[in-house]
């Protein structure tokens, strides 16, 4: 257990790390060319690991539509949050996403046939309400942005849903699919539209690097999952609020103000409260049945 959540945290900080590196790297690079190495990088990534461990059929899936569509959700994410984050502070638009768990608690009723508790939309609509104390009027954060952000985490919310309609399939082939849209959708936009000048060699390296740290990140998680359940590592994704206001304070010098904390601390009671109030339920429903 204690290894399996070293590797959860360990992919949380990657994807922070994506998540700041992508900020900086944005404003020199653009969005499209930023969701492009995002993307190949993962791609490439996952194709000697999933030839590895899932043989050479690891392309081979029973559900190819609910695969790409899920693919395709993926890159919609880092379009709607890089596309946002290059207006806003990192901390707080990285707490506008991780009101993903609530939209998950709120959409598994209709996405997957699981009974909503007035509990549960009472808590839900407490956690939105830490966003109100995020973006408030005369703020940086009163900006367009916020809504690309907030749209960021009911897409990440679905896309959450979906991949547990995936578990016939290996982790690895998953893996391998979750890149697949955002790498050929974008190579082939350049192919037509023409390939962005080349940056800098600096640019290219921390390309590379969104590249690596989307694999990497994506790749931890599924190692992680292996060796515990989700009920016992989820909780934990609540880690990455704090790489996130580190990053911001160390790359961009921007701390959240008071009230932001608060909405922050607001959304993250009310995630984790429903996060473990599912997990108790599934528990008690396989128990007894």
Same mark, same amino acid.
């Given at each position: 257990?204690?290894?399996?959540?070293?590797?959860?945290?360990?992919?949380?900080?990657?994807?922070?790390?994506? %998540?700041?590196?992508?900020?900086?790297?944005?404003?020199?690079?653009?969005?499209?060319?930023?969701?492009?190495?995002?993307?190949?990088?993962?791609?490439?990534?996952?194709?000697?690991?999933?030839?590895?461990?899932?043989?050479?059929r690891f392309w081979k899936t029973s559900k190819p539509k609910l695969q790409l569509l899920r693919s395709t959700l993926l890159v919609c994410t880092s379009l709607l949050f890089f596309g946002g984050v290059q207006f806003l502070p990192l901390a707080e638009a990285s707490a506008i996403a991780f009101t993903a768990p609530i939209w998950v608690a709120i959409l598994s009723g209709p996405m997957l046939g699981e009974r909503v508790a007035r509990s549960d939309w009472a808590v839900?609509?407490?956690?939105?309400?830490?966003?109100?104390? =995020?973006?408030?009027?005369?703020?940086? =954060?009163?900006?367009?942005?916020?809504?690309?952000?907030?749209?960021?985490?009911?897409?990440?919310?679905?896309?959450?849903?979906?991949?547990?309609?995936?578990?016939? %399939?290996?982790?690895?082939?998953?893996?391998?699919?979750?890149?697949?849209?955002?790498?050929?959708?974008?190579?082939?936009?350049?192919?037509?539209?023409?390939?962005?000048?080349?940056? %800098?060699?600096?640019?290219?390296?921390?390309?590379?690097?969104?590249?690596?740290?989307?694999?990497?990140?994506?790749?931890?998680?599924?190692?992680?999952?292996?060796?515990?359940?989700?009920?016992?590592?989820?909780?934990?994704?609540?880690?990455?609020?704090?790489?996130?206001?580190?990053?911001?304070?160390?790359?961009?010098?921007?701390?959240? %103000?008071?009230?932001?904390?608060?909405?922050?601390?607001?959304?993250?009671?009310?995630?984790?409260?429903?996060?473990?109030?599912?997990?108790?339920?599934?528990?008690?429903?396989?128990?007894?049945?």
């Amino acid at each position: 257990m204690r290894f399996a959540l070293a590797l959860f945290i360990a992919g949380g900080f990657c994807l922070s790390s994506l %998540d700041a590196l992508g900020k900086v790297v944005m404003s020199q690079t653009g969005l499209a060319l930023l969701i492009w190495a995002r993307y190949m990088g993962q791609v490439l990534f996952s194709l000697p690991l999933s030839f590895h461990y899932a043989g050479p059929r690891f392309w081979k899936t029973s559900k190819p539509k609910l695969q790409l569509l899920r693919s395709t959700l993926l890159v919609c994410t880092s379009l709607l949050f890089f596309g946002g984050v290059q207006f806003l502070p990192l901390a707080e638009a990285s707490a506008i996403a991780f009101t993903a768990p609530i939209w998950v608690a709120i959409l598994s009723g209709p996405m997957l046939g699981e009974r909503v508790a007035r509990s549960d939309w009472a808590v839900a609509a407490i956690g939105f309400s830490g966003i109100l104390l =995020i973006v408030r009027p005369g703020t940086e =954060i009163f900006h367009f942005g916020a809504l690309l952000i907030g749209g960021m985490a009911a897409v990440n919310a679905v896309y959450q849903l979906l991949t547990r309609k995936l578990t016939q %399939d290996s982790p690895f082939t998953t893996f391998f699919y979750s890149g697949l849209v955002g790498a050929a959708g974008f190579t082939v936009w350049f192919l037509f539209a023409g390939f962005p000048e080349m940056p %800098d060699v600096w640019t290219v390296i921390q390309l590379c690097g969104v590249g690596l740290l989307g694999g990497l990140g994506h790749l931890l998680f599924v190692l992680a999952f292996y060796r515990a359940s989700p009920a016992s590592l989820t909780p934990f994704v609540y880690m990455q609020m704090v790489w996130a206001i580190g990053f911001g304070w160390l790359l961009f010098r921007q701390l959240p %103000d008071g009230w932001a904390l608060l909405g922050m601390a607001v959304i993250i009671a009310s995630g984790l409260w429903l996060i473990l109030h599912h997990h108790r339920q599934r528990a008690r429903r396989s128990g007894t049945g």
